[in-house]
């Protein structure tokens, strides 16, 4: 079955420090992935998403991700941390099937002044 | 404003009560799906929809009772809950193709008293 892991359930940063929230995968086939944010008492967000082509993937917000096969890692990074981007994230993976996406944990940034 | 609407955003209610939650969509998606989100714990897929048909269930107590009329709405009836069931409910709907990721309503913060 494919699964996502967020080894992290916190990352704290310090504003305008560069920002890497980790993401592994484990897919059979072509991995499609997603990065999803979450503030407080609100759904999900869409950050952004890889589905094949450059490696280095440009979403909302100014955040990016690495996709990276041989580590099957897709974390999620941002070159200058912002106190409102304190949120939970989440990395998700396409299931087999289609039908549905599988999410890890989640991961909480904290950003400080 | 997401596309997916929820309501309501807070629902109070005794153990022997019985409500409804409501998730509307006019993205055009065709499927949709009911989370539960409690605090400190991963998000649970609780059902899916496609095509108005459900697709999976997983091992949701009976006490939880979705419905599905039409490709716009999904509900969530509850009845004779109890307080652990008390959680963030998230609505979600998606075209189901690899590509597509999901789009989530705010939700509805249900405390069970």
């Known amino acids: 079955a494919q699964s996502v892991a967020q080894p992290e359930d916190q990352v704290n940063v310090a504003e305008g420090n560069p920002l890497t929230v980790k993401c592994t995968y484990s897919?059979?086939?072509?991995?499609?992935l997603f990065w999803y944010v979450q503030y407080p008492n609100r759904g999900l967000q869409f950050l952004l998403k890889?589905?094949?082509?450059?490696?280095l993937v440009k979403g909302s917000y100014g955040f990016e991700a690495e996709f990276n096969k041989s580590q099957t890692s897709f974390h999620l990074k941002k070159p200058s941390a912002l106190v409102s981007d304190s949120a939970l994230y989440f990395c998700?993976?396409?299931?087999?099937?289609?039908?549905?996406?599988?999410f890890g944990t989640g991961t909480r940034l904290l950003v400080s002044p | 404003e997401t596309g997916v609407t929820q309501t309501p955003r807070h629902l109070v209610m005794g153990m022997t009560n019985k409500k409804s939650l409501k998730c509307e969509q006019h993205?055009?998606?065709?499927?949709m799906y009911w989370y539960k989100q409690s605090a400190k714990k991963p998000l649970e897929l609780m059902f899916v929809?496609?095509?108005?048909?459900?697709?999976e269930n997983n091992s949701v107590p009976s006490r939880f009772s979705p419905e599905c009329p039409n490709s716009s709405h999904l509900f969530l009836h509850l009845h004779t809950l109890q307080p652990e069931d008390s959680a963030l409910y998230l609505c979600?709907?998606?075209?189901?193709?690899?590509?597509?990721?999901?789009?989530f309503g705010s939700g509805t913060r249900l405390t069970v008293v």
């Open positions: 929809y496609s095509l108005e048909e459900r697709v």
């Open positions: 979600a709907s998606s075209q189901g193709t690899p590509a597509s990721g999901y789009t």
């Open positions: 890889y589905i094949t082509g450059d490696n």
């Open positions: 993205l055009g998606h065709n499927a």
């Open positions: 998700a993976v396409r299931d087999i099937g289609f039908q549905k996406l599988v």
């Open positions: 897919v059979s086939g072509n991995p499609y």
